[in-house]
């Protein structure tokens, strides 16, 4: 006999998969009715017995509801198998290189972004036109809010890889969220909800609506939606109020109290950072920076202009002087949310159905940034004729006095020296303001039917996605440059320094506005990505019969043409460069001051699948076939061939064996493979500015007996250039689950699952990494060579003594590295899936559900390359220090987001119109590898705590009078306040694993007409 129905219970409801937008409950009753008739993914044979039994999770509204949230982010956040999410406003520096505005992604088992196939009613999505990057590789996701979550029937979660069945991107499995077409009458819905730590606000508004025409022959579904929420600043909650962390309640009284690691203040600051072109001997340096003449500074000048700053020697700053991001910052920016949906089926006279699909979404973000800086790539030349330069001439231009020349000055000659910028930040000129809006839409429009046996699909599909992306308030290098280069009063000074008390305030007398306004500009960047398809499937459940039942099979073809391009602001592409006025040397291809120059980048590739299916029933009850109640299996094969990267086939085989009622074990074995993304492919070099730490300066530092050891390695901002290339292969995944379905007789209602799943990558798309190239560079110098990857500068006078006195041959500053993109390394993944549903109906207490979903993750192993290998060789055997740190290889469990342990947990009772549940959601303890500190002789990594939430609600619906139809639900997420976990991240935190909402109290109300 079929197990069918109890397994399909707990394949429903095991996992909370995610929604994007603000969720919207369907009415929980109609919803669980309609869950036993559906279909879920993981097969193209309708009716097949083998999807009965594939590791699918299915989520219902009534499962909705019970997490509470608030947003799909934080739905997102609540599947145990996913990591981290890499698309989320706190997660990037805000910077416009990163995917930023109403956008979140998909990461099913921490394979990363671009593993997981993300489907809307059975076909792809568009991606979303932006990117971001995974160690420091560019990736690409669907934007889960384009869903219009009002319209959803069920969301499916497949958690197997399933190429052979979807095709490319399914690597890690397959997000599915169907909507529904068969609605009938009108709902509207309302919510509100507040944060009580923090002026938090969201807002949404949503309604649909199905009617059927043509005595039912045809029907029409619309849904809608807005979202807006408000803007809450960094500053409101405690955790990340300041970019100082080091006396944070969670390390006092542990090694990392004071721990300056947790400092992540910027040198960058509106204190500058300059070098002279001699050494001025009232500072005994060429380097110097400005800092307040009094108060506690006023000990430490060594050179006072005498209003209200003064000169020290050296780069270094001390804390106040440095800039503090999270003081300036948005925690959540504000949005609004738009979304739209309408379906339409009709029914031939021939008995085949047309069915046709149209959407639009709309999101609207404002985001406030931190204020740019002069990178290390854009530095620039103060001539000794620009009015406050300090060490200029004495007389200006006019034959008149400059009243700006220090006095006294012993070694700087009459017609003065030129200072080079080495670091500022102008705050005077605002905070940057960025206004991002996305807009995409979707249009389908397909036949289904049957002929004879054979069902058929067949449908067109074109979807785009654009983003543009506009930010005020940025500063142009080359008119900044010449507004400082000015002989009068008109011109900026940079050398003002910073208020230590009004953030956007100078220290000396004020820049003008007129004077400001002259070098401000808007940057703007416009994306656009498309994607169209064309299929044709067939599937027929019963082609023939063996001794075990019908065999059903499926094939179909696909074509669909990807494309996507990145239009950069003139001053960003390379059409408008920044050559230094005062030198006449070219200096950068981006004249925006603080970010790094990107071209403009286009891309677009056709594929081409074909695939083909067997569902084969092996052992069927009536065969009496002793320990095998049955015995099922799926066999598919695909075909796919990419325009750029080539062409491949990957297998799949799976079973399920019933050995009794209440028992079945099921496996599959799969092969995968994910084609570079189009960005990886086209990038024609994109250049990136990271603190890294210069190993061959500090090794010679070392030598010399400057520093202790590498690892007080002072950080420096180090550009880096990635390129794609057209002659990147497939990454090639092999995958086997195993899993085990028990429903024991003795407990009606009582079914638990357990599956183990491995899942073996190779020629991982990726980079060396910056910091490895400059390791190598470090170790081929010891050799008497270099790495020709890392290029570097004239060597600076002042470190010839130093490299006198190591083995190194003297090397100068980082000006680049290169560093492509590469089929890299191999990776090893596995884990366990349990999960456990229990359902009790009562007579007078009403009805009760306990689920718990738990991911446990066992191994992530990255094999090096070559490279790689090279460098932990070197380390092992002495020739590289052991503080040395070889990043991205190597065990990878539990660091920087990859906890073993995830789960959720909920409880939920139905009585008459009564409802109430409870939703909780753990994540493990794991490493953050950006602050370490030696316990008890050993280099330990601070551990970011685990985390735990609770989540609460309640409803009930009328069912008499005016408010007949109308449900009222009441709700608070995090009941017990729990902050996230400290960690040495933006914000304080791992925005892309935990949340910072804190408390959140939210009341909805649905009407149905």
């Known amino acids: 006999m079929k197990t069918t129905t109890a397994l399909k219970g707990l394949l429903l409801s095991s996992v909370i998969p995610l929604l994007g937008g603000g969720v919207a409950a369907q009415d929980d009753a109609a919803a669980d009715e309609a869950i036993e008739e559906i279909q879920v993914i993981g097969s193209q044979i309708k009716g097949a017995r083998i999807t009965d039994t594939l590791p699918v999770s299915v989520l219902s509204s009534a499962d909705v509801a019970l997490t509470g949230a608030a947003s799909g982010d934080e739905l997102f956040r609540s599947i145990p198998q996913v990591g981290f999410v890499a698309f989320n406003e706190n997660n990037t520096g805000g910077g416009i290189n990163g995917a930023r505005g109403d956008v979140n992604s998909i990461n099913l088992r921490a394979l990363g972004t671009g593993n997981t196939l993300t489907l809307l009613n059975g076909r792809r999505m568009v991606l979303h036109p932006g990117f971001q990057t995974e160690n420091l590789v560019p990736v690409v996701s669907a934007n889960t809010n384009t869903i219009p979550t009002f319209g959803v029937s069920r969301v499916e979660v497949l958690r197997d890889g399933a190429a052979a069945i979807y095709g490319a991107d399914a ?31 969201d807002l949404t508004l949503s309604a649909r609506a199905g009617f059927n025409f043509n005595g039912g022959q045809t029907h029409v579904s619309l849904f809608g939606s807005y979202y807006n929420r408000n803007r809450t600043a960094a500053t409101e909650r405690e955790f990340s109020a300041t970019s100082d962390r080091r006396n944070a309640a969670e390390l006092i009284g542990t090694p990392f109290e004071g721990d300056s690691q947790f400092r992540n203040l910027s040198i960058n600051s509106p204190f500058g950072r300059f070098r002279a072109d001699i050494r001025i001997d009232e500072l005994g340096d060429d380097d110097f920076h400005v800092q307040p003449a009094s108060g506690d500074f006023a000990a430490s000048c060594l050179v006072d202009r005498g209003d209200g700053v003064c000169f020290d020697n050296g780069t270094s700053l001390e804390d106040p002087l440095r800039y503090d991001f ?37 999101g609207e973000v404002e985001q406030a940034g931190s204020h740019g800086s ?83 699909d067949t449908a067109v599909l074109y979807s785009e996605a654009t983003t543009e992306d506009l930010t005020n308030n940025r500063i142009s290098l080359s008119l900044f440059q010449q507004a400082i280069e000015r002989t009068d009063s008109s011109a900026y000074n940079p050398f003002a320094g910073g208020s230590l008390t009004d953030l956007a305030g100078s220290t000396a007398p004020a ?90 980048t286009s891309g677009s590739r056709w594929v081409l ?63 995968g493979f994910r084609a570079p993304n189009l960005v990886q492919i086209f990038d024609t070099g994109i250049r990136r500015v990271n603190t890294r730490d210069d ?123 290169r560093d492509p993109y590469t089929n890299l390394d191999d990776r090893v993944v596995s884990g366990f899936d349990f999960g456990v549903r229990y359902e009790l109906d009562t007579n007078d207490a009403g009805s009760f559900t306990f689920k718990f979903n738990a991911a446990n993750l066992r191994t992530f192993t990255q094999t090096p390359g070559e490279l790689g290998q090279q460098l932990l060789t070197a380390i092992d055997s002495g020739q590289l220090p052991g503080s040395v740190e070889v990043a991205g290889i190597g065990d990878l469990i539990e660091q920087n987001g990859r906890p073993k342990w995830r789960y959720s947990s909920s409880l939920r009772w139905r009585y008459d119109q009564f409802g109430a549940g409870f939703f909780a959601r753990y994540v ?41 139809g109308t449900r009222l639900r009441v709700g608070i997420n995090n009941l017990f306040d729990r902050d996230p976990p400290l960690a040495d991240e933006s914000f304080g935190y791992f925005g892309s694993i935990h949340s910072a909402t804190g408390r959140f109290f939210y009341i909805d109300i649905q009407k149905t007409f």
């Open 924 to 964: 493990g303890a794991f490493n953050d590898t950006s602050a370490d500190a030696v316990i008890d002789g050993v280099s330990t990594d601070y551990r970011v705590d685990d985390w735990f939430t609770v989540n609460a609600n309640a409803s009930y619906n009328f069912d008499e009078g005016f408010l007949d």
């Open 374 to 456: 002069v990178l290390t790539s854009q530095r620039f030349d103060i001539s000794s004729t620009a009015f406050y330069n300090p060490f200029g001439a004495t007389t200006l231009a006019d034959g008149s006095p400059n009243p700006n020349r220090i006095a006294g000055l012993t070694n700087v000659p009459d017609e003065g020296v030129d200072i080079q910028v080495r670091n500022l930040r102008p705050v005077d000129a605002g905070l940057r303001v960025t206004n991002v809006t996305d807009d995409s839409f979707r249009v389908l429009g397909g036949f289904r039917g049957n002929w004879g046996e054979w069902d058929y």
């Open 695 to 817: 190993l061959v300066i500090c090794q010679a530092r070392v030598d010399a007996g400057d520093l202790a050891d590498l690892g007080d390695c002072p950080g420096a901002g180090v550009e880096s250039v990635r390129s794609g290339t057209t002659e990147l292969g497939n990454e090639n995944t092999t995958q086997i689950n195993i899993g085990a379905v028990i429903e024991p007789q003795f407990a009606p209602g009582f079914t638990f699952t357990i599956d183990y799943w491995r899942v073996e990558q190779r020629d991982i798309v990726g980079i060396f990494g910056d910091a490895n190239q400059i390791a190598l560079d470090l170790l081929l110098r010891t050799q008497g060579s270099s790495n020709p990857n890392v290029v570097r500068g004239e060597v600076d006078p002042d470190l010839i003594p130093i490299f006198a006195a190591s083995s190194l041959a003297p090397a100068g500053e980082i000006i680049e590295v």
């Open 609 to 671: 699948s074909a695939f083909a299916e067997f569902a084969v029933p092996v052992v069927s009850p009536d065969m009496n076939v002793p320990l095998i109640q049955s015995l099922d299996l799926q066999i598919a094969g695909r075909y796919e061939d990419f325009e750029v990267s080539g062409s491949t086939f990957k297998p799949k085989v799976a079973a399920s064996w019933v050995v009794t009622d209440g028992l079945m074990f099921r496996g599959a074995w799969s092969e």
């Open 171 to 201: 690597v890690a499995g397959v997000v599915n969220t169907v909507l529904r077409d068969d609605f009938e009458g009108i709902t509207a819905h309302a919510r509100y909800g507040f944060a009580d730590n923090t002026g938090r606000q």
């Open 326 to 362: 999270d003081v300036r910052r948005t925690l959540h920016s504000p949005r609004d949310r738009y979304n739209f949906f309408a379906m339409i089926t009709h029914e031939l006279e021939s008995g085949a159905e047309f069915y046709a699909e149209a959407g639009y979404y709309r």
């Open 511 to 600: 820049n003008s506005e007129a004077t400001i306004d002259s070098f401000r500009i808007d940057v703007s960047r416009n994306n656009k990505s498309t994607l169209f398809l064309a299929d044709f499937k067939l599937s027929n459940a019963n082609v023939f019969e063996l001794r075990g039942g019908d065999v059903g099979f499926a094939t179909g073809v696909e074509a669909r043409r990807e494309s996507f391009f990145d239009d950069r602001d003139d001053r960003l592409d390379g059409t408008t460069t920044f050559t230094d006025i005062v030198t006449g040397n070219f200096v950068t291809t981006s004249d925006v001051l603080g970010s790094s120059p990107t071209p403009d």
